[in-house]
């Protein structure tokens, strides 16, 4: 399916999408990873609440992205982390039902430029050693792994993630 993904900044609007996107992408890509129990706990209120924060608290510097299709829907977002070093891709998620289409390619590339425009010529993004098909993501999109690991403790499980990084233009 070829579709034209718009990219802007999000806005506070965007909040409920955001966190249906996250949540759904959090119970589809990390069964297995993290306990059933916990995830099926996760509620959209809790999440709409968290994005609400987030939106409301980025800087010029730590910007969420949306891309969204003509008909205004947003398929993928993506957070591009300036006010650390090196910089960092904070989150990546795309919309199940836009897998596929280029929506994350497309915030990814305008979370990349930003961190860029930030000053940053590396960046960073942290994965779940087994989220596979993430990895797979980074890896077709010029990440490296630098077998750098660091270990989250989420709900009664540790869950390794693993460190990308890679050069930016």
Known sequence: ?????AVRRAEAADAPRLAEINLTGWRTAY???????YLESLRQEDWED???ARLAAMTERTVTYVAANPAGEIGAYATAVGDSRPGMLGALYAALEWRGTGAGHTVH?????????????????????ENFLSRRFYENHGWLCDQVTQTSQIADRSAVEIRYSRLLP
Not at 1 to 5: N, Q
Not at 31 to 37: E, F, N, S, W, Y
């Open 31 to 37: 069964r297995g990873i993290l306990p059933d129990a």
């Open 50 to 52: 968290k994005f609400a």
């Open 109 to 129: 590339e305008a979370a990349l430029a930003h961190l860029t425009t930030c000053g940053f010529s590396h960046a960073v993004v942290w994965v779940f050693e």
């Open 1 to 5: 399916m070829s579709v034209r993904w």
